[in-house]
């Protein structure tokens, strides 16, 4: 994977609500057609279709494709490089019911499953974080109040009191996401019966370095006492440069990865968003609209962006150092083809076009990728 920001599309099969309804238009008429990496918007004009605007990306996967195949040419790459040791941002954008939470859980499930490597050991701590109206809470710890963001002498910045929670295996991976995703608020709407109501920030904290030999012959017991598990791996991994027998064993490596999926902007008239829902909705718009700014000011030519309002949303302030710092970044685009979208989709692919059609800016603006090269608990923040 190169050191830009990639942008992938990935359009869903229509849903039974989009073929009932009326302004959907029929199956073999869809408002876009794929060309490769292309999507051709088709406009419908007294009675025929003609071509309107084309946007192409790194990836488009259309409503055929699996998430596997989108994890196998899309994610695999920068959840590689994580592990390798740069920092790494993934996140899912689109319009409300688009499938960004389906594309999400999907690639979350085959992440767990591929941090074990033959020739490295993993310590990996995983936090999950809901921005809920601009609240911040802890999806694993959500009895907690709302949390804070804080930014240390070090200009890093960080969720003040957001749990960590050190992982082992795939199976408890699952679990935590599992609980997370209870403790998430979703609601019905006109356009989605499980509506995700907020954004959510999945992180995996990851710190590896070589196998050593006695390493590998007593690497976590995972039926065993879990706290004795974690105090053996830690101090294994944070031992410096040389193992237990004392043969050289590689430096401590720390990466993170951040799996981000937003919640879907909405017409409220589609929606049907009233009270409460019309509230939530507000504040998602919002913050998408914060979102889109500073992702269109970072695609800005030369040097002369002037003020990036990162401070406008709490979702800009957190990923703040995934979008202008040193992260490789993966934005996933999803979209239906229903004629309701056209709109929307259009607008968002104009934002991700934007963002991709720099990548010489976006590099100079991030820096190269970088490796951390010891553990410090910001390490993952930094600007
Ligand atoms: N690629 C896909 N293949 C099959 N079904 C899909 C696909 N993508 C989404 N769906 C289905 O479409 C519905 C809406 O998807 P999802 O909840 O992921 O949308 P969303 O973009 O996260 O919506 P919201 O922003 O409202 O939370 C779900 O029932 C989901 O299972």
């Known amino acids: 994977m190169e050191d830009h920001i990639n942008v992938a599309i990935r359009i869903r099969p229509l849903n039974q609500r989009e073929v009932r309804n009326s302004t959907t238009v029929a199956l073999n008429q869809l408002p876009w057609h794929v060309n490769r990496d292309t999507i051709i918007q088709r406009q419908y004009h007294d009675g025929r279709f003609s071509q309107g605007n084309s946007y192409t990306f790194d990836k488009v996967f259309d409503q055929k494709d699996t998430t596997q195949k989108v994890y196998d040419n899309s994610v695999k790459g920068i959840i590689q490089s994580t592990l390798a040791g740069f920092n790494g ?3 899912a954008y689109g319009q409300t019911s688009s499938g960004k939470t389906h594309t999400m859980h999907g690639i979350r499930d085959m992440f767990s499953k591929i941090a074990q490597d033959e020739r490295r050991e993993y310590l990996l701590r995983v936090s999950f974080l809901e921005i809920y109206n601009e609240v911040l809470r802890d999806l694993l710890e959500p009895s907690k109040a709302s949390l804070k963001i804080h930014e240390n002498a070090k200009r890093e910045i960080f969720v003040g009191d957001l749990s960590e929670h050190i992982v082992f295996n795939a199976e408890q991976v699952e679990e935590l996401l599992a609980k997370g995703d209870r403790n998430r608020h979703i609601a019905g709407t006109n356009m989605n019966e499980r509506s995700s109501r907020s954004h959510t920030i ?61 919640a879907g902007s909405e017409r409220v008239g589609l929606t049907g968003a009233e009270g409460q829902r019309l509230k939530e909705g507000g504040h998602i718009n919002k913050s998408l609209l914060s979102l889109s700014t500073v992702i269109a000011r970072l695609s800005e030519d030369g040097g002369d962006r002037g003020h990036i309002p990162y401070r406008d949303s709490k979702l800009t302030r957190i990923l703040q150092p995934s979008l202008g710092g040193n992260a490789r970044t993966l934005i996933i685009c999803t979209i239906t083809p229903a004629q309701d979208y056209v709109e929307g989709v259009a607008v968002d692919a104009q934002v991700c076009v934007s963002r991709q059609n720099h990548p010489e800016q976006a590099r100079s603006q991030r820096g190269a990728a970088w490796r951390c090269p010891a553990s410090s608990p910001q390490a993952c923040q930094r600007a």
């Open 89 to 91: 941002t993934i996140f």
């Open 202 to 262: 999945f992180r995996i904290v990851a710190e590896s370095r070589e196998k050593s030999e006695a390493g590998s012959a007593d690497s976590s017991s995972q039926d065993g006492d879990m706290d004795v598990d974690q105090e053996k791996h830690h101090q294994r991994l944070s031992s410096g440069s040389l193992g237990e027998t004392g043969e050289f064993t590689g430096a401590v490596m720390v990466s993170c990865l951040n799996l981000v999926d937003l």
